[in-house]
C-alpha cells in the first residue's frame, strides 16, 4: 500500500488482499514456539498446528496496520484456524489476508480478516479467521437504541 493511500472508515468489506511476504521456517523457529507453549517436539517434527499464527501474522498485520490507522486500542476477540498440510522446516510460507467482514457490536465495532497460506509448492497449509474489535467511535453519535 501507497503511504499516499486514504483510510477510510468504517473499511470496506470485503477488502482487497494483502500479502504478507516470504516467510521461511526454521527448525530454530518451531522449536522456539513449541518452547514458549509447551509443547514437547522430537526432533524433526512438523511445526505445531497453531504456529499458523506466527507465519501468518505478517500479512495481518500489514493489513490491520491499513484498516486500523489512527483507530486507538485493540481486542482480540477470536481466531480459527483450518489446516490442510503440516509446515515443515524449510518451508516457505506465503499468507495472503483481507478483509471479510465489518460490523457494528455495540460501542466497538468488529474487523474480521481471513487469510490463507502456501506453502513453496503453492498447496495450501491453512486459513484462518481473525476478529478484532476496536472502538466505534461512531457510536456516541448513534441513538441509544441503535447500539
Request: aromatic residues 8%.
Amino acid at each position: 500500500m501507497s503511504a499516499s493511500c486514504e483510510h477510510r472508515w468504517p473499511p470496506a468489506a470485503p477488502g482487497p488482499w494483502v500479502e504478507g511476504g516470504a516467510f521461511h521456517i526454521t527448525a530454530r523457529l518451531i522449536a522456539d514456539y513449541a518452547e514458549a507453549v509447551g509443547e514437547k517436539l522430537s526432533e524433526g517434527a512438523p511445526a505445531p498446528a497453531m504456529f499458523a499464527v506466527v507465519y501468518a501474522a505478517p500479512a495481518i498485520e500489514r493489513l490491520m496496520r491499513a484498516s486500523l490507522a489512527g483507530r486507538g486500542p485493540l481486542i482480540h476477540g477470536a481466531q480459527e484456524f483450518e489446516w490442510d498440510a503440516p509446515v515443515w522446516a524449510g518451508d516457505c510460507i506465503v499468507t495472503r489476508a483481507r478483509l471479510e467482514a465489518s460490523e457494528v457490536r455495540g460501542a466497538y465495532r468488529a474487523l474480521r480478516f481471513c487469510s490463507i497460506s502456501h506453502n513453496h509448492a503453492r498447496l495450501p497449509v491453512s486459513r484462518g479467521r481473525w476478529t478484532i474489535l476496536v472502538p466505534n467511535r461512531d457510536s456516541a453519535r448513534m441513538p441509544a437504541e441503535g447500539r
